[in-house]
């Protein structure tokens, strides 16, 4: 029998962060939980990153997944916003590598392609494949639906490749 991975998907943001826990064994998955974390907007930069990192690392402590999964960065017309959605991610790798979790990490194309069939897929079309695939969810179209489909892309990974992810000191 195959031994359940669960699994915390994060789509980085300084905005809003969001997050969501999925339990994976073998193709069946189940949702576990799933949320955002909004920064004080008004803070400077430094006290934002924070914020994340102390309360992914929370989440990290309560919800207990043996890996992780971060979307990519990508790069669109302002230089300045990819550098500081780069600081969010580190954050959020951070605070998974604190915990001694392993991190996988996922382009928005390869996401979407794994949950929806196309990389083109948009919001609205990827919270309604949340709904389909982890029944009960109630997500609707944004950061944790997106969230969601990061840990779900990455399950799809480590049970096509056979891989357990542990912890490392």
């Not at 990519?72 to 998974?96: P, T, V, W, Y």
């Not at 949950?115 to 990827?126: E, L, N, S, W």
Request: some cysteine; aromatic content about 4%; charged content about 20%.
């Amino acid at each position: 029998m195959i031994k359940p991975i669960r699994i915390l998907g994060i789509d980085p943001s300084l905005v809003a962060c969001g997050w969501g826990v999925i339990e994976s064994q073998g193709n069946k998955m189940r949702h576990i939980a799933h949320g955002v974390i909004r920064p004080p907007a008004k803070q400077p930069l430094p006290q934002r990153l924070h914020f994340i990192f102390s309360d992914l690392s929370d989440i990290i402590s309560q919800s207990e997944p043996e890996t992780v999964a971060v979307e990519e960065a990508f790069m669109k017309d302002n230089a300045q916003s990819a550098l500081k959605l780069g600081q969010a991610r580190a954050a959020c790798i951070l605070a998974a590598t604190h915990a001694g979790l392993s991190v996988g990490e996922y382009s928005p194309r390869s996401v979407k392609k794994s949950v929806v069939g196309t990389g083109a897929a948009d919001k609205a079309q990827v919270a309604h494949m949340m709904n389909v695939l982890l029944p009960g969810c109630g997500v609707t179209a944004g950061d944790a639906a997106d969230a969601l489909a990061i840990a779900i892309c990455h399950a799809h990974r480590v049970s096509a490749a056979g891989t357990l992810y542990k912890r490392f000191a």
